[in-house]
């Protein structure tokens, strides 16, 4: 049986540098009217916003939909995607840790994503939902447990500074009545709806979906205004988000690469090797596996391996006519830049000398450089 | 399973054991002692076996019929019945061995702690690759916390190799490999050409992964090898995941030859449910010690190079539950002191130290051994063990 994989989720109290600029993440960016298009720069652009947004590497039909459209308005429409609300409910699910045994299964949890793109619910229905949930509730048996993760997952209190609100969260839990972060209530279905209705439930949800794409704190005055925003407008979440990344602050992210999460890799090995996205349990054993490791890398490898050994790569890796042009491709696919004149001379003479495609592709893939975007 | 390689259980060992579990003062005296010099130790790798998920030091040494293979480890090596634990949680009680400090982390605790841990002490002031520091985990989600702490003056470049058996050499995993075929190993020609490829990208890593490329690709040698060579991934039942780790971490031992490896094990916790369970996952435990053992004597790489600690995090409570099991929360000496067995080149044989001591002094004093300090540790160096 598979063990529960660690979440390896940044802790409270690990300070972030928080050097995004507030004014760089106001100004748009200049190029959000520009016409995207297949160019290097503009893929590693799309490849960016799909994995920042939807989980994994552009599947080609999303290739051919963001080439010509206005940058700022492909984003929008990205945000606003079936694949991008997939991928942030099954975000939010692994951040409560909402996994293997405790994953939902009832159909009201299945239709979320969808109901997300109708804007028929909420991201903070959403997490009321999550949080109210039987497989919430099991996975944090007890009120100290239930508690203690609703305030500090739901509302990003840290509980050792705040030990009479954990207290009195304990004893509503427990159907004593009780004044909880100042309302008053007596049951654990009171704790939950005092817990999603407390003004700090925006500001924790957008602090760490920003850090997420952004690796650093939000400025605090966009922060609180997003929040507000959020709490005003409820739907707003897709908005928001496009906002963010039509900014000159996402231009300037994408300078600095930044590891691709066990999620990502999987996610997008499968986009990038057979064109399509793996099913819930394919992704789910790949992932566990890896979380099972403090450097997953070499797992990764073994991974890319067998996925590229197997027949259902052999269309990817089939003999080209036109060797530059097949690593050309392959660069600007995996790695989102061209190959340097070094770099296409070795993989053209590799491939002039016989070696299978194959390697050259697990190069690539295996390479650290793939492991970021 | 193999015994060979050390001597059956003595009557002599039993009774050791069992006067030491009641206290008698058999060898008291201070605490503070240094352990000698380190430059003439013959300990150059340490085994660290935490024994953990509550295991009573009545069920161990005192039963020695249930660890035949830890009573010969504890035959010629020594043995500290009074070790006092650090945190009742198994997670924070597994930590603060590994860091040396109480660490007051709760039991679902899934975030790292503060302080560095002995792996990032021995990697970075020996400079050590990560290939030279492994933990073998059952630890589930928590397990890849250990490998380091959020102290940036050590960190992840200094963490250790963690690989939790359980969650790659089972089924589900086996059913990825299903689906894609069976890993085949590259040919001599494969092989090069693969490593004019890489080296002809360009582009480096950061710097900030825990292996460098070359240990990152004997690491992935080493997993294609478990999974398509060993039985690892066919151990199944109860203790399991223990089992696997313990088998995984014997492999370690023997290809990379770390500096240090630390297995930590878990299942001994079905004791809340049942003590036969407990019970059959220590004989079990103790079976895969065994081999563990045997593989460092036939090995002369290791044989006299390598000393091993084993502890169980804290034990369990003096009496039964209503469930016919054990759960630990009493506050009884039964839960609060565990029996610390270390053997190796460098120790007495035989002896049975009833000072007390802690838990969190094996991070200091095994660092001591292998000739490096913990500065942030506040366990105290064990006293009197060398030989």
């Known amino acids: 049986m598979a063990t529960t994989p660690s979440i390896k989720r940044t802790v409270a109290f690990a300070p972030s540098p928080g050097t995004v600029e507030a004014a760089a993440l106001d100004a748009p960016s200049s190029a959000t009217a520009a016409k995207l298009s297949r160019e290097p720069a503009d893929r590693r652009f799309v490849r960016a916003v799909m994995i920042d947004l939807a989980g994994r590497s552009p599947l080609e039909v999303e290739w051919t939909a963001a080439n010509g459209k206005p940058r700022g308005e492909w984003v929008h429409m990205v945000a606003r995607s079936i694949a991008a609300a997939e991928s942030f409910y099954e975000e939010e699910l692994f951040y409560f840790l909402l996994i293997d045994n405790f994953r939902p299964s009832t159909d009201a949890f299945i239709e979320i994503p969808q109901m997300l793109v109708e804007h028929k619910i909420s991201t903070r229905e959403m997490l009321r939902q999550i949080v109210s949930s039987q497989f919430f509730n099991s996975r944090n048996p007890g009120n100290d447990t239930f508690v203690t993760v609703v305030l500090e997952q739901l509302l990003g209190f ?110 997008s090995l499968y986009a990038d090797l057979f064109g ?57 696919q995996f790695l989102g830049r061209e190959p340097t004149q070094g770099e296409s001379s070795a993989f053209v003479r590799e491939l002039g000398d016989g070696a299978n495609p194959k390697l050259l592709l697990r190069a690539l893939l295996t390479h650290s450089e793939y492991q970021s975007y | 399973m193999g015994q060979r390689n050390f001597d059956p259980v003595t009557r002599r060992g039993f009774l050791k054991a069992g006067a030491a579990i009641a206290g008698a003062a058999a060898l008291q005296g201070p605490l503070l002692g240094a352990l000698g010099p380190t430059s003439s130790s013959k300990t150059k790798r340490v085994l660290l076996v935490l024994f953990a998920g509550g295991v009573r030091s009545k069920d161990t040494i005192g039963t020695p019929a249930n660890v035949p293979n830890l009573m010969r480890l504890a035959e010629k090596g020594i043995v500290l019945p009074n070790c006092r634990s650090a945190n009742l949680g198994h997670y924070g009680a597994s ?11 709760g039991i679902r605790e899934n975030s790292r702690g503060y302080n560095p841990t002995i792996f990032e002490y021995v990697r970075k002031e020996l400079t050590l690759p990560a290939s030279g520091a492994w933990l073998s985990a059952n630890n589930g989600s928590q397990g890849v916390n250990f490998a380091y702490g959020l102290n940036r003056q050590w960190g992840a470049p200094y963490g250790a190799n963690v690989i939790d058996g359980d969650g790659i050499f089972n089924q589900e995993f086996r059913e990825v490999i299903g689906q894609f075929g069976t890993p085949r190993a590259d040919s001599a020609s494969d092989a090069d050409a693969m490593a004019r490829l890489r080296g002809a990208i ?131 000496e039964e839960l609060n002191r565990v029996a610390c067995v270390a053997w190796g080149p460098d120790f007495k044989s035989g002896k049975t130290i009833t000072t007390d001591c802690d838990t969190i002094d094996l991070c200091p004093t095994i660092c001591r051994m292998l000739g490096v300090e913990a500065p942030l540790a506040r366990g105290k160096i064990l006293p009197r063990l060398l030989g």
């Open chain 2, 95 to 105: 930590l603060s061995i590994l860091t040396g400090v109480p660490e007051y982390m």
């Open chain 2, 202 to 332: 360009e582009q480096k890593g950061d710097g900030k992964a825990v292996n460098d490329e070359a240990t990152a690709a004997r690491v992935e040698k080493y997993i294609v090898d478990e999974l398509t060579k060993s039985e690892t991934a066919s151990l199944t039942g109860p203790g399991a995941g223990d089992a696997k780790a313990l088998r995984i971490a014997g492999n370690i031992l023997q290809i990379f030859k770390p500096t240090l490896t630390c297995v930590s094990l878990t299942n001994a916790d079905v004791a809340h449910g049942s003590y036969n369970a407990y019970v059959d996952v220590i004989k079990r435990n103790d079976q895969e010690l065994g081999r563990i053992l045997d593989a460092v004597q036939q090995d002369a790489g290791l044989r006299d190079s390598t000393s091993v600690f084993v502890v169980p995090e804290f034990g369990r409570d003096k009496n039964l539950n209503q469930r016919n099991g054990l759960d630990h929360g009493d506050g009884s």
């Open chain 1, 276 to 332: 399509r996205v793996p099913d819930y349990q394919e992704f789910r054993r790949c992932r566990n596996a890896l979380l099972a490791l403090s450097d997953s890398r070499p797992l990764r490898s073994v991974l890319i391996k067998l996925m590229l050994d197997s027949d259902a790569a052999d269309a990817l890796a089939a003999a080209a006519v036109d060797r530059n042009g097949y690593v050309r491709e392959r660069f600007l």
């Open chain 1, 158 to 267: 840290t509980v050792q500074k705040e030990p009479a609100v954990l207290d009195a969260g304990k004893r509503m839990y427990d159907g004593y009545t009780a004044n909880f972060l100042g309302k008053s209530g007596s049951s654990q279905a009171d704790l939950v709806r005092i817990a999603v209705e407390h003004l700090s439930l925006e500001s924790c949800f957008l602090s760490r979906r920003f850090t997420s794409i952004f690796v650093d704190d939000p400025p605090k005055k966009r922060l609180a205004a997003d929040a507000a925003r959020l709490r005003a407008d409820p739907l707003a979440w897709s908005e928001i988000v496009a906002g963010w990344i039509n900014s000159q602050a996402y231009d300037e992210r994408l300078a600095k690469p930044r590891p691709k999460s066990d999620r990502v890799f999987v996610r």
